[in-house]
């Protein structure tokens, strides 16, 4: 933003009043920096602040996350129907591929002896 101003004065002595408006001029713009500085400062604390608030709720909804994991076991064999479901379904839109319905089965098996501790999602 910028501002004009008008400014009278009158005198005899033109050095002085030279000099007089040239110290006014470096104290207005000096002013008007400090205030912008105070601007910028204001904003990265409010900035701070706010990033404080979301690290705490993300903490605390990572702890939540982790609480639920510990106390919710997730049972692999739950999932077999719907999982041999997918890898059929798979095998099957990918005829010609290395990927047939003997491969899916194999694999299958596989993540059934997975134990538990090992998912990423216990």
């Given at each position: 933003m910028s501002s004009i101003a008008t400014i009278t004065i009158k005198g005899d002595n033109v050095e002085?009043?030279?000099?007089f408006l040239e110290e006014l001029s470096k104290a207005y713009?000096?002013?008007e920096l400090q205030k912008k500085n105070r601007t910028a400062i204001n904003t990265i604390n409010f900035i701070d602040n706010q990033?404080?608030?979301?690290?705490?709720?993300?903490?605390?909804?990572e702890q939540e996350m982790i609480n639920?994991?510990?106390?919710?076991?997730?049972d692999?064999?739950?999932y077999k129907d719907d999982l041999e479901s997918n890898i059929t379904v798979?095998?099957?839109?990918?005829?010609?591929?290395?990927?047939?319905?003997?491969?899916?089965?194999s694999i299958y098996?596989?993540?059934?002896?997975?134990?538990?501790?090992n998912l990423p999602f216990t």
């Amino acid at each position: 933003m910028s501002s004009i101003a008008t400014i009278t004065i009158k005198g005899d002595n033109v050095e002085m009043l030279k000099d007089f408006l040239e110290e006014l001029s470096k104290a207005y713009l000096n002013r008007e920096l400090q205030k912008k500085n105070r601007t910028a400062i204001n904003t990265i604390n409010f900035i701070d602040n706010q990033l404080d608030v979301i690290k705490d709720s993300l903490m605390y909804s990572e702890q939540e996350m982790i609480n639920f994991r510990k106390n919710t076991p997730i049972d692999v064999l739950a999932y077999k129907d719907d999982l041999e479901s997918n890898i059929t379904v798979y095998g099957n839109n990918n005829e010609g591929k290395t990927n047939t319905k003997e491969n899916s089965s194999s694999i299958y098996k596989q993540i059934l002896n997975l134990e538990t501790d090992n998912l990423p999602f216990t």
